[in-house]
């Protein structure tokens, strides 16, 4: 642990980490919340579903392409200031959306919304590492994932909750409370983990340089890319719902709880185990069995997919949910060990590590999930296939460690 932070106190072991994870979580909590005001959107701003996708689509997109700045400005300007402007840019935007009158100003709002969120989202994960070294890291990653994992879940029931009690403008009234809600706890709980001393300067050409800096380390593009395949995996999921519940297995809108209950659970799980192995076990021999359990999990998935049970719940959601459990596991690590990569470009590293992530899985959803969901077997298939082709990145990225350690000890 670095600073004066004292592990055993309550800052440190229960309100620094719930903050951290709430700012963690708000990028992906901000994409489901939406979901069941769509009808009443739809009656309101007269358009109909197909044109309501693109509240999802045009937020996930803005996502992606500022993900890629947030960390680097937070390495020149601080991390509370990163943190505070974009959430307040997060809140703006969310009170543009509840007061827009028609789609086209709805959208506008959501792309800022997109832009914005992953300030949080990003950054927060950096201060982890900036504050703390080994297992108390690890442990707090582990809770911090936890929450993070928990989001997807969450959210659609947040939304539900409040359609019960208002319009479709309270969804985004919420987020407004809940970013505003994050600002404070950000000033009066988070320290400042990147001191003046340590920042870069604020230029575009230094912005450039510390994600070409990261680009340049052949180690993160093993070690994000074997996260990005399996967590992929696990996406795949999650981004073709509803075809697998739907489509492929005759499921109702009430019934995606059977999926994405024991798949985040396992999640959450895992995570919470990996914070448990914290001091006890290595970090990389916890992703790489966190990486094994998911490859048996993927296995498992294409088996049921061609036994009589392809269609049967729960026995074709087994194996992505044990996939899920090896990620749960794996995560937390893998995060850690690739900011310390570069440690003073940390938040050039997070913003493209998530890039990484945001971009595959925006592809994938529009190229490998149509293909993916003409079957249930079609789904096990993919997800087998991504799981294997990032442990074999991880293993690859294992043997070349050892070799250079060996190389470096003669």
């Keep these: 642990m670095t600073r004066d932070l004292d592990p055993r106190s309550a800052r440190v072991a229960i309100a620094i980490p719930a903050v951290l994870a709430l700012l963690s979580m ?54 509370k200031p990163v943190i505070v402007g974009s959430t307040a840019c997060y809140v703006a935007a969310s009170a543009a959306c509840a007061f827009a009158p028609s789609l086209e100003w709805l959208l506008v709002g959501r792309a800022v919304q997109g832009l914005a969120a992953g300030g949080a989202t990003i950054v927060s994960r950096t201060i982890i590492r900036d504050l703390f070294d080994g297992p108390v890291a690890q442990r707090l990653m582990s809770r911090v994932v936890v929450i993070f994992g928990i989001a997807p879940a969450v959210a659609p029931v947040v939304g539900g909750v409040l359609m019960q009690v208002g319009p479709w403008e309270l969804v985004f009234w919420f987020m407004a409370g809940l970013g505003l809600l994050l600002i404070a706890a950000t000033l009066f709980v988070l320290p400042e983990s990147h001191p003046v001393e340590r920042r870069v300067p604020l230029r575009f050409g230094e912005v450039v340089r510390g994600l070409v800096e990261v680009a340049k380390v052949p180690a993160f593009h093993r070690i994000a890319w074997a996260g990005t395949l399996v967590f992929g995996a696990q996406f795949l999921y999650i981004g073709g719902a509803a075809i697998f519940m739907n489509d492929l297995l005759g499921q109702g809108e009430l019934d995606f709880w059977k999926l994405f209950v024991p798949m985040i659970g396992l999640m959450v799980l895992g995570s919470t185990l990996s914070g448990r192995l914290a001091g006890v076990v290595e970090a990389p021999r916890v992703v790489t069995f966190g990486y094994l359990v998911s490859a048996a999990g993927a296995v498992l998935g294409v088996l049921v997919a061609l036994s009589p049970y392809a269609e049967a719940l729960p026995w074709n959601i087994a194996g992505i949910s044990l996939v899920a459990f090896g990620n749960g596991l794996a995560y937390p690590n893998t995060q850690l060990i690739v900011l310390d990569l570069v440690p003073r470009r940390r938040g050039a590293v997070m913003s493209a590590a998530s890039f990484v992530t945001l971009a595959f899985n925006a592809v994938g959803a529009v190229t490998i999930t149509p293909l993916a969901g003409r079957s249930v077997l079609g789904f096990a298939v993919a997800a087998l296939v991504m799981v294997l082709a990032g442990a074999s990145l991880w293993w690859w990225h294992l043997a070349l460690s050892r070799r250079t350690r060996s190389t470096t000890s003669a």
Excluded: K
């Design 26 to 79: 708000i990028g992906p909590f901000s994409i489901d919340t939406p979901f069941p005001a769509f009808a009443e959107m739809g009656r309101d701003l007269d358009v109909d579903t197909a044109e309501l996708q693109l509240v999802v689509t045009v937020y996930m997109l803005a996502f992606a392409v500022m993900s890629i700045f947030h960390g680097p400005l937070s390495d020149a300007l601080g991390r």
